[in-house]
């Protein structure tokens, strides 16, 4: 009896005897070393994906992509004419190749260990092992430069997006409780620069303005913009500057992580970045960036897909919660077109970006079998 046909409890029940499988399968999955600015590891990874897909019956199409590795899209079709659910993941990691030198897969008390696991490899396993005698139309799509902003799959999952009925992120769950995510911040960077005027420090200092003195001020008023009420926040992360300590600084910049939690605040946060005024009006300000990922907002349409998603895990036998997290997906973009999109399937676990990055692997067969459950209830 094929996934789609079995009722809730043996759909669970036949997840759970392939889980030692799924594991394996996961294993395979993070020793393929795939990190977003390794174009040959991700190409390699996608190649050995769409021989898996195809083996699954499904039409595989390679997105050539110059920069990044080739996004894949596998079509799988059924006897029913609805719109198809869109999948959606990505294959790049943050991890270097050679990270598994130090970061082993390794299995310890009940959790898989490796780098990427959790983010997200484990949701394209689940993606796979769900996909049994589809009920409906299916299309995954699994992008190569989710971790750097999405420039070359945004159009593509866009396109894909605006044909389906709704849309399910692979991303992992939030935390260890494997809250679903209805809301997710938009995201941005700015980049403030400062052009000063170069002295010597001892012979000439009257006669330099310092780019670092200007742009650390500036940072204090970049600050103020921090907003917790309303979800919005900034953080200094890169600063540069100066050239030796016994010259007064010519140039200087910082790089600013921006987020909102609401669409209608990026405007509002875009003003203030571009109101910025020297203190020293010898000084030259130069602002460029924005919010390029637009914020995942908890609309009806999220809702109601988290309500069919609350009544299939209690179908399964489990409870599964909601959560608004600061972190952006390409979910962010499917949303904000207003197709219905419903993030965090993916794995239980924690540690994303971290040496400590694991799942718990008795999850696995449930989330695997929620999936499921869900396409078959869109």
Not at 168 to 174: G, I, N, Q, W
Not at 246 to 260: K, Y
Not at 296 to 318: C, D, M, N, S, Y
Request: glycine share 8%; with cysteine; charged share 25%.
């Amino acid at each position: 009896m094929s996934v789609a046909n079995k009722v809730p409890s043996q759909l669970l029940a036949s997840l759970h005897a392939r889980r030692r499988e799924m594991v394996e399968f996961i294993r395979q999955l993070v020793e393929r070393e795939s990190p977003s600015f390794n174009k040959r590891a991700v190409d390699s990874f996608a190649q050995s994906l769409a021989k898996t897909l195809q083996r699954s019956g499904a039409r595989v199409r390679l997105h050539p992509v110059k920069e990044f590795g080739n996004h894949v899209q596998a079509d799988f079709a059924a006897t029913s004419r609805q719109k198809p659910i869109l999948l959606l993941g990505h294959m790049d990691t943050v991890w270097d190749v050679g990270a598994l030198k130090t970061m082993p897969v390794r299995e310890k008390n009940g959790r898989l260990f490796g780098p990427g696991v959790y983010d997200m490899k484990t949701g394209i396993a689940q993606m796979i092992f769900a996909l049994d005698a589809l009920p409906r139309p299916v299309t995954i799509l699994l992008v190569s430069d989710e971790e750097v902003r999405s420039a070359t799959s945004r159009p593509i999952l866009e396109a894909l997006a605006k044909q389906s009925a709704a849309v399910f992120v692979l991303e992992p769950s939030a935390g260890l409780k494997g809250a679903l995510k209805t809301a997710r911040k938009g995201v941005g960077e700015y980049q403030v620069k400062v052009t000063g005027c170069a002295a010597h420090a001892g012979l000439d200092p009257r006669n330099g303005h310092s780019a670092i003195v200007e742009l650390a001020r500036q940072i204090e008023r970049i600050a103020a913009f921090n907003g917790a009420r309303r979800g919005i926040t900034v953080n200094p992360g890169i600063i540069r500057g100066g050239t030796r300590t016994n010259v007064v600084a010519a140039e200087a910049e910082v790089e600013v992580d921006a987020r909102v939690a609401r669409l209608l605040d990026a405007p509002l946060l875009d003003r203030k970045f571009r109101s910025l005024r020297p203190f020293d009006k010898a000084c030259l300000l130069q602002v460029s960036g924005g919010i390029n990922r637009p914020p995942l907002e908890r609309t009806p349409a999220v809702i109601a897909l988290f309500r069919k998603a609350q009544a299939a895990a209690r179908e399964l036998g489990f409870e599964v919660d909601e959560a608004s997290v600061g972190g952006g997906s390409d979910g962010n973009f499917t949303a904000a077109l207003g197709i219905p999109t419903l993030d965090g399937l993916g794995a239980v676990g924690e540690g994303a970006h971290a040496h400590d990055e694991s799942i718990v692997i008795a999850e696995i067969p449930r989330r695997t079998a929620l999936l499921a459950r869900l396409i078959e209830l869109v």
